[in-house]
């Protein structure tokens, strides 16, 4: 399955989750939203979500600053 992820292109085999595509990429401590198709998916809900095949992935860390 082709991803596209915060704009660079991802191979991952089908049926992966977002949690399991989160694990894989090593960013799980850094992650606090995540957006399929512009749409927000919940925490709660990455163990069961299954991205499609061409779907964008934005997955979003919040950073401080002034």
């Known amino acids: 399955m082709q991803l ?3 704009g660079e292109d991802k191979q991952f085999d089908d ?3 977002l949690q399991e595509i989160i694990t894989s990429l090593q960013i799980e401590d850094k992650v ?3 957006a ?3 749409e927000i998916v919940k925490k709660d ?10 779907d964008k992935l934005e997955l979003l860390q919040f950073v401080g600053g002034g």
């Not at 809900?45 to 061409?54: A, H, L, V």
């Open 32 to 34: 606090m939203a995540a």
């Open 4 to 6: 596209l992820i915060n």
């Open 45 to 54: 809900e990455w163990k069961s979500y299954i991205p499609k095949d061409n």
């Open 15 to 17: 049926n992966v989750t």
């Open 36 to 38: 399929i198709n512009m």
